[in-house]
């Protein structure tokens, strides 16, 4: 984490001398999900609305700074999964996500807005922050999960877990295409991936605590939303056993389509990247 920081400031250092007009856009698409619960290979089929505001600025024709905020939503269910654990552990989430980040583009082929017939396609990456807050429905109610602690951070039944953060920091990457229409206006399209530093964006991460004794430190809807698996239903005890995998953090992927536009109407020329 601290090299990409290292290397979008050198490099933002580097080329702000010769930076162009810079350029505003919004994008929209999906947001999807991909951990503990629901379906495991999902990342591909977006499933929630998201949405964001960016700024670009264009160093040459090869290379970008771009930073933005975004809103997304993330959501997953283990009675969508083919797999026999999962089916029969029954946990559900939704959460909202919103992400703030700094990435540096490179343009496969020479781009600048303003150039006529001028297009690339490009890979990213950067640094990003973003926040969650994981909800379960029970009884026609979404709850909080993480105040709940139903994995027992927190309280005497998880001694060695502290109740997790409601945000994080990721790593953005991706790959995308980005064209000219006009003399100040672009249009891309891109696939995007959030490697992040949580397991908990579902609440699931560790193992079972004993239900009883959660009731007994933070209620009735904490022990029932800390274990709603199928068995336990039939009588048998999950008390201890794997409730999530705590060696694999938590990801998040947004497909987007954007439209910028360039703040300042002045002429525009790509030049070779070692000009």
Not at 159 to 170: A, I
Not at 200 to 210: E, Q
Not at 229 to 254: C, H, K, P, Q, V
Request: hydrophobic residues 40%; aromatic residues 16%.
């Amino acid at each position: 984490m601290r090299r990409i920081a290292t290397l979008i400031i050198v490099l933002a250092a580097s080329f702000s001398s010769r930076a162009q007009s810079p350029d505003i856009g919004l994008w929209i698409g999906g947001s999807q999900y991909y951990g503990d619960v629901g379906i495991i290979n999902s990342f591909y089929m977006p499933e929630d609305l998201a949405f964001g505001v960016f700024i670009r600025w264009n160093f040459n024709d090869h290379l970008a700074l771009r930073t933005g905020v975004g809103f997304g939503g993330v959501r997953a269910a283990d009675s969508l999964s083919e797999v026999p654990f999962r089916v029969n552990r029954n946990l559900s989430f939704r959460s909202d996500i919103f992400e703030a980040d700094a990435r540096l583009e490179l343009n496969f082929w020479p781009y600048i807005i303003g150039v006529p017939e001028k297009h690339s396609m490009y890979v990213f990456a950067g640094i990003g922050f973003f926040t969650f807050e994981p909800q379960a429905l029970y009884q026609d109610t979404w709850w909080d999960l993480q105040p709940l602690n139903t994995e027992g951070q927190g309280t005497v039944l998880a001694p060695d877990l502290e109740e997790y953060r409601t945000w994080s920091l990721s790593v953005p990457f991706g790959i995308g295409y980005k064209a000219n229409i006009g003399r100040r206006f672009a249009v891309s399209v891109e696939f995007g991936a959030r490697r992040t530093f949580t397991d908990y964006i579902d609440d699931v991460s560790g193992r079972y605590v004993d239900p009883d004794q959660l009731d007994g430190i933070n209620g009735a809807v904490a022990a029932a939303l800390s274990d709603r698996s199928l068995n336990r239903e039939a009588g048998e005890d999950n008390t201890y056993f794997m409730r999530g995998n705590r060696e694999t953090n938590d990801w998040y992927f947004i497909s987007a389509i954007s439209l910028s536009f360039k703040i300042f109407d002045k002429p525009e020329r790509c030049h070779d990247f070692d000009d």
